[in-house]
Every structure is written in structure tokens, then in C-alpha cells.
């Protein structure tokens, strides 16, 4: 786990470099939702994947991104801001989504540590991308851009004080995973 804040700044981002070992997603989630209500954290925004393959017909084709959010956080800012994201909006997660698996059989990230915020009463919401594992760089790139502008980060105005659009650069360690893009993205 990784924790940067800015100086000042009342916002902090934690980044889970690697899933919770096998048979241990529950209480990872469990300790780490217990430490951050205990650490006063008001509202939680976790960015995460979905698996493309499980797309319903009705979700190959568009945003690929969706926002999640426990019922009793339907009016949570996180899930405002998350819905307001990307251009035209990004659409809640489809209720079908958990005719397969419900919320509490699913063990892959995010939802063991949602789960847990959920039931330790601290206010979450998901940014979601349907991916495969692969060079998805582009898939980074959109989540990327639509969690900054649901934070309210937006690169310095230009010339005409528009705020810009962020560029974001991939990590130099992912340049030899997923066969190596093309090398000026590193």
C-alpha cells in the first residue's frame, strides 16, 4: 500500500499495488475499512475494476465506466461527483449486474474492501471500469481522467483560463507488461 497527500490538502489517496492473498480478501477488507473509520476518513471514493467478460449486451458498447455505491450512500458526495466524472456522465452500476453473484459471494477487488466500508457505516463509492487484463492503458488513462475530475482535479487553465485536460503519462515499469506498447507513452 502506498499513501500520498499533498501538503495542506484534506484529501489523501491510498493505492493498493497488489491484490489481498487468496483466501484473505475479507479481512484485509475488514482491518483496512476498521482503520480508516477509526482514522476519522469521512467518505471513501475507491477506483477499481470489473472484468470485462461478465458485461452484460446492453454494456459492451458505450462508457465503459460505471459508478457503485451502497444504497444507504445514494445521496454521498463521492457518488455525486463520481456520476458527473466524465462528459454526458457516468451511469450507476446495473442492478442485473448482481443477478449472478450477490454482493456478498463477490471476492475479487474492489468488493471485499466496499463490502467492508459498508458494513463498518463509512460513507464509499466506486469509480468501475469494465477491463481485461492486458495492455490496457487507454482503460488507465479514462479512469485516471475521470477520477480526477470527480475529485476536482483539473490540470492548470490555458490561455483562455479553460481548464485543461490532464496528460498522463504510464509508469516506466509497465513499459515491458502486456507485450510493450509503443515506446513514446513511456
Do not use: H
Amino acid at each position: 500500500m502506498e499513501l500520498y497527500q499533498a501538503a495542506g490538502s484534506n484529501v489523501a489517496v491510498v493505492q493498493q499495488r497488489a491484490a489481498a492473498a487468496p483466501g484473505t480478501q475479507d479481512a484485509f477488507g475488514q482491518s483496512f475499512a476498521a482503520f480508516l473509520k477509526q482514522s476519522g476518513v469521512k467518505e471513501v471514493f475507491v477506483l477499481g475494476s470489473i472484468e470485462a467478460g461478465i458485461r452484460r449486451d446492453s454494456q459492451l458498447v458505450g462508457l465503459q465506466l460505471r459508478c457503485w455505491a451502497p444504497e444507504s450512500d445514494a445521496n454521498a458526495g463521492a457518488l455525486q461527483s463520481c456520476k458527473g466524472s466524465a462528459p454526458g456522465g457516468v451511469p450507476r452500476l446495473e442492478a442485473d449486474f448482481w443477478q449472478d453473484r450477490a454482493l456478498p459471494q463477490r471476492q475479487l477487488p474492489p468488493w471485499p474492501l466496499l463490502r467492508a466500508l459498508q458494513q463498518q457505516g463509512v460513507p464509499c463509492a466506486a469509480l468501475l471500469s469494465f477491463t481485461t487484463e492486458a495492455d490496457n492503458l487507454g482503460d488507465a488513462f479514462q479512469l485516471a481522467s475521470a477520477a480526477a475530475a470527480a475529485a476536482g482535479l483539473q490540470a492548470g487553465g490555458g490561455s483562455s483560463g479553460a481548464a485543461a485536460q490532464p496528460q498522463w503519462q504510464a509508469p516506466s515499469s509497465w513499459q515491458y507488461l502486456g507485450g510493450g506498447a509503443a515506446g513514446a507513452v513511456y
